[in-house]
Structures are given as C-alpha cells and as structure tokens.
C-alpha cells in the first residue's frame, strides 16, 4: 500500500485560495479523516489527490512515485462520491462486477471478491435486486463495495455519508466501520461530520482556511487541541473559552475567578492569553463545596444519552457544563464548580495552544 | 366562511366536459391528415366532390399508380439517404459539443450557446440565394454530401441544446467514477453516458428528422434530379398534368407520413421526457 505525500499543495481557484501550502504526509493502511467546516478545502485537497483537480503549485506522491501529471485513470485509486454513482438498469452483482471486467480476472476471483464485499457490507440479500429498488442507503453501500472489489491501493470517500437518511446513516456508519477494520488499503475520507470523524478515523486531520491545523488521533485531538478553532470545531457544544479578563498572571503563576487553585505554568505563563475547559471537564455539585466557585443556572437540557448540559453563569461569565443524569436533575438555582487543572488549556492571543 | 371552504367538489360526469373539449380540439388538428389518408384510398370519381364523400369503398388503385410514375421511388430514396443521414450526423457532432459544453464548461458558455441558436433566429429565405452561390462555387448543388451537411448544420443547434439539457442532468460524479476506475474519455462518453441520455438522443432524433423530412425550400433549392426529396416530388408531380392532381398528392402524402408516424409513436414515451429537456433529473 501507498501513503499519499503531499509537497507544497496549493490550489487556487482565481483569487480564491481553496487549499494553502499543505506539507503532509498521509500514513498508509490507516484511516485518515479530514474533517473542517465547509470550503475549508478538504474536498479539494481529496481531488487533487484523486487528479480531478490539479494543483496550481506542488507535487503530489503516492511512496516515491510522483503522480501530479498523473491521470485518475493511471493513478489505481477507488473513489466514493457524495451522491451514490450506481448504474441502473442493472443488477446490484453486476454494479459490483462492473470495474472488475476491465481487469480481465477469471470468473472464480470476480465472484469471490464481489461475494466478499457483499458480506462485509451485508448486501448478500439484495445481489439479485436491481438496483433502482433500493433506498440511497443501500446504493451507496453498492458504490462502496465496487470500491472495495476493485482493490485500489488507495481508497478516498468524499462525504459518503451526507446525502442519506437519518436511520441508514447510522448502519452505513457502522458497516464503514467494520469494513475499515478490515481493509488494508490507505484510506482518505472527507467529512465535516465530527461524530462521524470520531468514529471512523486513526487520525484526523482538522482543515481550515485551506491548510491542515492539526493531525492526531481522535481522542489526542479531542482532548489536547492545539488551537481554539480545534477546540471549538470539535465536541459538542464545542469547548468554553475564558476571556483574557478572567485570568490574572503573576510570575509562573495563574489565577482565575473560574478555578480555586493555582496553577503553575512555568515560562509560558506570560503568553497566556485565554484558556479552554471542554464541557465535561467541568465538575458541578449541587452543594457547596470546598474551594467551590458558585454559580448560578441560567437553563438546563437533557442529552441523548440521558446527561443534562447546564447553562451557567460565574458572575459576567457564560459557560456550558455537562453533567451526570442525577446531578442534572437536582441541579436548582445554585451549583458550585471546580475545574481540574490538567481540564484546562491555555491559549496564546492567535489562538494556540500552549 | 367554512362551510364554503369544505363544500365537495361537484362530482362530474362519465366524461368530462374538458375532456371532450380537448378531444374535440385534437381531432380537429388530425382532419388535414385524416383527409389526406382517406383521399388516398377513395376511388378517383369520389374525390374532389361537393358534398364531400365519407363512405366509399377502399381502393389501391391511386397509391400503386403515384408508385408507378418514374420518379416516385427515386424521391423517398433520396429523402430517406438526407434526412436520416444528416440527422445522425448532427445528433453525433451535437452530443461530442453538448458535452464538453456540459462537462468542461469553456468560457462563455452560456452565450456560445445562445450563438448557436441565432442560425434559427433568420428567417431561412434570407439565406437561400447566399447557400445556392456557395453550393455552385463549391460544386456541392445536387450532392447528398452538400445536402446531407447543410441539413446537418441546420440540426446540429437544437440538438446541441437539447443534449446538453440532459447531460446536465446526469451527475458528473460518473465521469469522475470512471476516470477512477481507469475509463478514458471516450469510453465514459460513450458507455457509460451516452446510455443515459437516449431519451434526448430520441427527442433530438425526432424534432430534427421532422424538420429535414418536410424541408421543402432548400432541398428545391440547393439539390437536383439526383438529390429532389419527396417534398419537391409532390410539389413538382402534384401539378404535372396542368391541373391538381388530388389522387397523386394524397397518395404520396399518406406514403410521406407514414415513416414518421411509425418513429414518433415507437419512441413516445422518451419523447415526452425529451420535451422537458432532461430538467427534471437533478443530481443522479
């Protein structure tokens, strides 16, 4: 398998800079999302890679090959669209067959390999069916299996999952899930989609503004964002940030109305400009606590999965704590708050972390 | 006023009465052709007399006898080698320029395409002795290659418009798929979208071989013995024996719209989405 080099990739639409200078390497046989709010040039940098685009400036490489000048069609990728590109009038086997006849396999292979994908992707019921019967679920699972038969080195998916229907998401998430387990192939997939990011990928790499701010893990990514935008772009509500007039500095030393202790943070104290604290990371008891910052309810909703997200308010302060079913639910007017220090990211006045 | 708002609607007969109207109206459209057709089959003493016939016994006698004059069968000849040969021709060029106008967008596509259709915009008498000058000087007068290009030049437009309607309609994520999956151009445009676009092939086929088909001015104009179409026959034959002779003109006639009649009818329910020029697809 390949990983995707990527040298100084620009791409200008007139005076439009869709993707700005990425230096990045895309590991191989992992699962890497890019994920950013929309134009921030993650589907153009997947084109580029694809070769739908070209890049105004910089070279790509798929290991040591150069493939900037390369066509799609010699670059041995499989592509998997936002709309589902099913071929009607055909049956479900033969839209899976359809790429394989040009690579002259014999009949044997051709049906092992569709038979697999079926199995993976649970399409064995519905081989026979002809595929304008099914819902765009089930087709873009076909356009994903096709992808897959084919066996391409490097497999890129341009949001697959926006354009289908609430319920089929979750089961085409879920069996993307399974089948990127198994796969071994390199596999670059788009999304602005943070739940969808969180689940599929080994790293996500955030995009905004046309560059790449930040590759990690998920949860690396989650819990030590390297800048507000990170912070802000993922969870949900995104992370609180504490204006600069909340923190007082003094030496190494930084105090704030928001926590009891003190927090040593050494020289780069004096850079620090805000600071952020994930709605989780907040802990709210509903009696008064020792070194406590009482705060005042200002509304409270219940979540998904039965936890409450309280809105509160620390004197001029506004910030969102998730909290426990129970404590949510005796929550009253009054709680009292404290933050654990490893909770707390700084940040510098542009914005990054320190 | 919520009674009013609530109030059934009045239930209406068997038939309604629009319903009538408009087979009223059709009908009337189809009395010149269904005049035509049954002149044809009427025995020659029952045909220009006043009362009108309506009852008579069916004949042959006229057809077999238009059939007979020299020049007859010469004429669907030639109409049939123009008309579908020029046709094709178009609807080939027009798909190749429907798509890179779809696909590739050049600049100024959008008045390209109005440029295109400016050749409809003058009346075609306006161009007839320029065409009759030029055919002479370049030898073309009376040549099927002359006729069959001129006529193709004259589809080429509406089809271009036509074609591109649709094109726009199918998702150029197939393209895209199958430059991935190592297609070259011609393969993706001919394979795997030029299937989904034959209901514009059909309605372009159709509205274009309808217009060369009755084209009468130029084909009078611009061909000759060796070339005239079934149009100039009938003009020429139908006045032959100094006076109108009704037998010949509703014979051939009926002979003329039959080909016609055939294709439409075959091809209809691709017609009917042919007219909304492929819009109502959308993305995939």
């Not at chain 1, 992707?121 to 994903?144: F, M, P, S, Y």
């Not at chain 1, 909703?301 to 909290?323: T, W």
């Not at chain 2, 271009?160 to 993706?188: C, M, N, P």
């Amino acid at each position: 398998m390949y990983d995707i080099k990527l040298q100084g990739i620009t791409k200008k639409f007139d005076a439009f800079t869709a993707v700005n200078d990425i230096n990045f390497t895309i590991p191989k046989s992992s699962v890497t999302v890019l994920l950013g709010p929309s134009g921030c040039g993650k589907t153009t940098l997947m084109r580029m890679i694809a070769g739908l685009e070209s890049p105004t400036e910089g070279r790509i490489f798929f290991d040591e090959h150069d493939v900037t000048d390369v066509p799609t069609r010699r670059r041995n990728i499989g592509m998997v669209f936002q709309y589902p590109v099913i071929y009607r009038g055909t049956s479900v086997r033969k839209n899976l067959e359809l790429p394989l006849l040009s690579e002259k396999l014999s009949k044997a292979e051709m049906d092992k390999r569709v038979d697999e994908v079926a199995e993976i992707l649970d399409l064995q019921d519905v081989l026979k069916r002809q595929v304008e019967e099914l819902d765009n679920g089930t087709r873009q699972k076909i356009a994903v299996g096709r992808e897959v038969a084919r066996q391409p080195r490097i497999i890129l998916f341009d949001e697959p999952i926006t354009n289908i229907d609430l319920t089929s998401k979750l089961e085409l998430k879920r069996s993307m899930k399974e089948l990127f387990g198994r796969l071994k192939q390199t596999i670059v997939y788009v999304t602005h989609d943070q739940t969808e990011a969180m689940t599929l990928a080994d790293q996500i790499a955030l995009m905004q503004d046309g560059v790449i701010t930040q590759c990690d893990s998920p949860k690396e990514i989650y819990e030590k964002p390297n800048s507000q935008f990170a912070g802000w772009f993922l969870g949900n509500p995104g992370m609180n940030f504490v204006p600069p007039q909340f923190i007082n500095v003094s030496g190494s030393k930084i105090t704030s109305p928001l926590f009891s202790q003190t927090i040593d943070f050494g020289t780069k104290a004096s850079s620090a400009d805000t600071f952020g604290v994930r709605a989780e990371g907040i802990n709210v008891s509903t009696t008064e606590t020792k070194g406590g910052v009482q705060a005042r309810v200002t509304r409270k909703s219940i979540g998904a999965g039965g936890q409450y997200l309280l809105d509160l308010a620390v004197g001029s302060l506004l910030i969102k704590a998730r909290v426990s079913h129970s404590i949510g639910r005796t929550a009253k007017d009054a709680v009292w708050t404290s933050i654990e220090s490893e909770n707390i990211t700084f940040f510098d006045k542009s914005g990054k972390a320190l | 006023m919520a009674e009013t708002i609530f109030k059934p609607k009045r239930k209406s007969g068997p038939i309604k009465f629009a319903t009538l109207g408009a087979w009223g109206i059709s009908i009337l459209f189809f009395l010149p052709v269904a005049w035509i057709i049954s002149t044809a089959f009427k025995p020659k003493a029952s045909i220009v007399v006043s009362p009108p016939v309506f009852i008579f016994k069916p004949t042959l006698n006229n057809i077999t006898e238009a059939l007979s004059f020299d020049n007859t069968l010469s004429y669907f000849t030639h109409s049939i080698i123009y008309s579908f040969g020029s046709v094709i021709i178009a609807i080939l060029v027009a798909y190749l320029a429907a798509y890179s106008f779809s696909r590739y967008k050049p600049a100024g596509t959008d008045f390209l395409m109005f440029l295109l259709l400016s050749t409809r915009f003058v009346p075609a008498a306006a161009f007839v002795v320029p065409y009759f000058q030029l055919f002479n000087l370049l030898k073309l007068k009376d040549s099927y290659i002359g006729l069959i290009a001129f006529y193709a030049m004259f589809s080429i437009p509406f089809s271009v418009w036509i074609l591109k309607g649709f094109l726009d309609g199918i998702s150029q994520r197939f393209d895209e798929t199958g430059l991935v999956y190592g297609a070259s151009r011609w393969h993706i445009m001919f394979k795997v979208i030029l299937p989904q676009v034959k209901p514009g092939l059909v309605a372009s086929f159709v509205f274009n071989i309808l217009f060369v088909w009755n084209e009468f001015l130029f084909n009078f104009q611009l061909g000759g013995a060796k070339t005239f179409g079934i149009p100039v026959g009938l003009f020429t034959g139908s006045t032959k024996g100094g006076a109108i002779d009704w037998a010949y003109v509703a014979s051939i006639g009926t002979l003329y719209v039959l080909p016609l009649v055939v294709v439409i009818y075959a091809f209809q329910k691709y017609l009917l989405v042919g007219l909304t020029f492929g819009t109502v697809r959308g993305e995939v």
